[in-house]
């Protein structure tokens, strides 16, 4: 009896659908893509209706011939690729490409979100036909992104340097950076003063701080000046206190909900500082299946790229069971708790980011993961149990204080807060990062006052601040700025961070993204000739359009032609007037040859240095960032490097004389017990490659922000 022939794009997801499927079913994976706009053209008949000339990518025509020879033997042909527009893809371009219509074996969709037996043994049961509109609405966004790459790129190469590149969404990914950039370079710093005062109780010894914040007649004060500073602080000296207010009141904090793509990548950001790259190759792995003992080969989480925040009723029951059992009916709310759609082209067929199995808890499993891939299921599962638990609740209190200056009008109005926790709630399984600008402080402990109780002055506390600018982006706010701005959607987050890193037009320090020379030359060109090409709106706009075409409410070709002809006249226009911009970045070394200046130019493999005297002088040498701390082995300088699949790495300047090479960030300090190197460990750890030792950055009087890890 001929088997039945399921595809899937992965060897770990053929792995887990053949344990579950058993006899009767040949699971066979296709790598990935299979077919491709070809790399050496442009591969768009524009002149037909913006056709694709598809062909089958290098090293997967073996693969094809497998396939199709499978599947002439089979009795059906299952496609079981991801449960998204680029799956849905995938599927048609592996008929296409395989011709798997053209045989005698019926064709089925499949589609499912989490690699488990009973999701798996459902959606093989409800199968469909390929859904074209899904299709259309991914190969509109890959031909619009070939239109916008391989027709400005040329036009980069010829006005700046060969080996640039533009794309649709990265380009406005690094203007974000630029602009952000540029607000930073430009801000003026503002002085500005605030003041507390120290009271007590008349007849009691426990102190409490309250910050000035108006005069009593509810005017907000702003001291600009230490003058200004000086000048009040000796009135409050003088000043009688008496509590005119005191406010207590129950404060809930309910969960964060749990993950889409983005918030995932947000907090993998925060609180494990992994890349968006990283985490979304971490997650396809506990999604596609890993062997846990006896159990075999499992899905740990739903599918992981999704922008809605539904779940299942069936998860929501086990969770709501596994939290009564586990911490008590204190901790279960008196309903399952159901969140609003996070964005509006939330899907809601789509589930959140969730365990698979409550039951399997982080500890559990861990012993069979790595540890990328523990810390992440960690999080993920603590996150969705945490969504469905109680809130926490809070008692506050917030005090009022009058001071009156003896034989004057004026007087002041302070304020006292505290907030201590009555009940933990969801608090006791996850509490939700934070980014800086999020981050609040607040008083815990407040003597008992009533309204009229008299204070005694001890002292004040005048301190001096500057206006700050806003922070450069990290991993996790540019990933919410992208997704506020309606850029991108779940799949393209993470490409586009390394994309615009690679092609050495931002880079990171300190966790946070810089703009390179390179990127912002790039960026003024295409904000002065392609406008609207970078405007944020424009390419929210066109992500909607591509939401319409997969739902069936805009023709995709309609939509690439409204796109491209005035593209196309926007083109002709910068070729005919754009200036040809040189990029030189002059360093302080002498070309060993001539002794002309070198400088930093960029190729293809990124950064390198070259003689300014070229072409007369041809030398190059490799460009070498510099970190301040010596080689352990010979006392050269370490130095970053890059590697193979531009991977990162420290080595010894003296190579190949000295080999000393270390993939952690050296730290300037040297071990407090050995002397030798220490490394970035952890956020806010370093760790000694000699003795093994450990010691918190703020033990040696350094910033952990200073401090790039590298995950």
């Known amino acids: 009896m001929?088997?039945?022939?399921?595809?899937?794009?992965?060897?770990?997801?053929?792995?887990?659908?053949?344990?579950?499927?058993?006899?009767?079913?040949?699971?066979?994976?296709?790598?990935?893509?299979?077919?491709?706009?070809?790399?050496?053209?442009?591969?768009?008949?524009?002149?037909?209706?913006?056709?694709?000339?598809?062909?089958?990518?290098?090293?997967?025509?073996?693969?094809?011939?497998?396939?199709?020879?499978?599947?002439?033997?089979?009795?059906?042909?299952?496609?079981?690729?991801?449960?998204?527009?680029?799956?849905?893809?995938?599927?048609?371009?592996?008929?296409?490409?395989?011709?798997?219509?053209?045989?005698?074996?019926?064709?089925?969709?499949?589609?499912?979100?989490?690699?488990?037996?009973?999701?798996?043994?459902?959606?093989?049961?409800?199968?469909?036909?390929?859904?074209?509109?899904?299709?259309?609405?991914?190969?509109?966004?890959?031909?619009?992104?070939?239109?916008?790459?391989?027709?400005?790129?040329?036009?980069?190469?010829?006005?700046?340097?060969?080996?640039?590149?533009?794309?649709?969404?990265?380009?406005?990914?690094?203007?974000?950076?630029?602009?952000r950039e540029r607000k930073i370079q430009s801000f003026t710093p503002e002085e500005y003063w605030s003041i507390e005062v120290e009271l007590a109780p008349q007849e009691k010894q426990a102190s409490f701080k309250a910050e000035l914040v108006a005069l009593l007649d509810g005017t907000k004060l702003n001291i600009h000046t230490e003058q200004e500073s000086k000048e009040i602080v000796a009135r409050l000296e003088k000043s009688k206190y008496q509590v005119s207010s005191v406010q207590t009141k129950q404060v809930t904090r309910q969960p964060a909900p749990p993950f889409i793509t983005s918030t995932l990548q947000q907090e993998a950001w925060r609180k494990l500082h992994f890349t968006a790259k990283h985490t979304m190759a971490i997650a396809q792995q506990l999604y596609e299946g890993l062997p846990l003992a006896s159990e075999g080969s499992v899905g740990l989480i739903t599918y992981m790229r999704?922008?809605?925040?539904?779940?299942?009723?069936?998860?929501?029951?086990?969770?709501?069971?596994?939290?009564?059992?586990?911490?008590?009916?204190?901790?279960?709310?008196?309903?399952?708790?159901?969140?609003?759609?996070k964005t509006k082209w939330a899907q809601e067929a789509h589930e959140a980011i969730r365990p698979t199995k409550v039951a399997r808890q982080p500890d559990e499993v861990k012993p069979f993961l790595d540890s990328s891939q523990a810390r992440l299921y960690e999080l993920i599962w603590k996150r969705f149990v945490a969504s469905q638990m109680s809130p926490a609740l809070y008692d506050t209190m917030t005090i009022e204080i009058e001071a009156t200056v003896p034989k004057s009008k004026d007087g002041y109005l302070l304020k006292a807060a505290s907030s201590s926790m009555r009940f933990p709630g969801f608090t006791t399984v996850y509490s939700e990062g934070k980014d800086e600008s999020d981050k609040t402080e607040i008083s815990t402990s407040l003597p008992e006052l009533e309204a009229g109780d008299r204070l005694r002055y001890i002292a004040t506390f005048p301190e001096q601040h500057f206006t700050q600018p806003p922070a450069r982006y990290t991993e996790a706010t540019l990933i919410k700025a992208l997704e506020q701005e309606g850029i991108g959607r779940p799949s393209t987050y993470a490409p586009i961070l390394t994309t615009i890193q690679e092609r050495q037009y931002v880079h990171k320090l300190d966790g946070r993204f810089h703009p390179d020379e390179l990127g912002i030359v790039v960026n003024d060109i295409l904000c002065q000739h392609f406008p609207k090409i970078v405007e944020n709106k424009f390419t929210a706009q066109m992500e909607q359009n591509l939401d319409e075409i997969a739902q069936g409410k805009k023709d995709w070709v309609a939509v690439l032609h409204a796109f491209y002809f005035p593209f196309e006249d926007m083109l002709q226009h910068a070729s005919a007037n754009m200036t040809k911009v040189k990029v030189v970045e002059m360093t302080e070394q002498k070309c060993p040859n001539c002794g002309r200046p070198m400088v930093i130019r960029v190729g293809r493999f990124g950064k390198f240095l070259a003689c300014s005297?070229?072409?007369?002088?041809?030398?190059?040498?490799?460009?070498?960032?510099?970190?301040?701390?010596?080689?352990?082995?010979?006392?050269?300088?370490?130095?970053?490097?890059?590697?193979?699949?531009?991977?990162?790495?420290?080595?010894c300047s003296n190579y190949p004389k000295c080999q000393f090479i270390t993939n952690s960030k050296p730290i300037p300090q040297p071990c407090p017990q050995c002397g030798k190197l220490l490394v970035a460990y952890k956020e806010d750890e370093a760790k000694c490659v000699a003795c093994r030792c450990t010691v918190k950055l703020s033990e040696l009087n350094i910033n952990k922000e200073k401090v790039e890890v590298t995950s």
Request: with cysteine; proline share 5%.
């Open 613 to 651: 005297g070229y072409p007369e002088c041809k030398t190059t040498m490799p460009f070498l960032v510099k970190t301040g701390v010596p080689c352990p082995q010979c006392g050269g300088e370490l130095v970053r490097r890059i590697g193979k699949h531009k991977k990162v790495f420290y080595g």
């Open 2 to 179: 001929a088997t039945k022939l399921v595809i899937v794009e992965s060897p770990a997801k053929a792995r887990t659908l053949n344990r579950i499927l058993g006899r009767g079913y040949t699971v066979k994976a296709s790598l990935g893509h299979v077919r491709d706009l070809p790399k050496s053209s442009l591969g768009v008949d524009i002149d037909q209706d913006f056709s694709p000339q598809y062909v089958i990518l290098p090293g997967k025509r073996k693969i094809i011939r497998e396939l199709k020879n499978t599947a002439n033997k089979a009795s059906s042909v299952y496609l079981a690729t991801d449960p998204d527009r680029e799956g849905e893809a995938i599927s048609w371009h592996l008929i296409k490409a395989a011709e798997l219509d053209r045989n005698n074996s019926p064709v089925h969709r499949v589609v499912f979100h989490e690699v488990t037996e009973e999701a798996i043994r459902k959606a093989f049961k409800k199968t469909r036909a390929i859904d074209m509109n899904l299709v259309n609405a991914q190969q509109a966004r890959r031909i619009l992104d070939r239109l916008v790459g391989y027709k400005l790129s040329p036009l980069l190469w010829r006005k700046v340097q060969r080996g640039l590149s533009a794309g649709r969404v990265q380009s406005v990914t690094v203007k974000m950076v630029v602009d």
């Open 306 to 341: 999704t922008d809605s925040t539904h779940v299942a009723p069936s998860a929501l029951a086990e969770a709501r069971s596994f939290i009564d059992k586990k911490y008590g009916a204190s901790f279960l709310p008196s309903k399952a708790r159901v969140f609003a759609k």
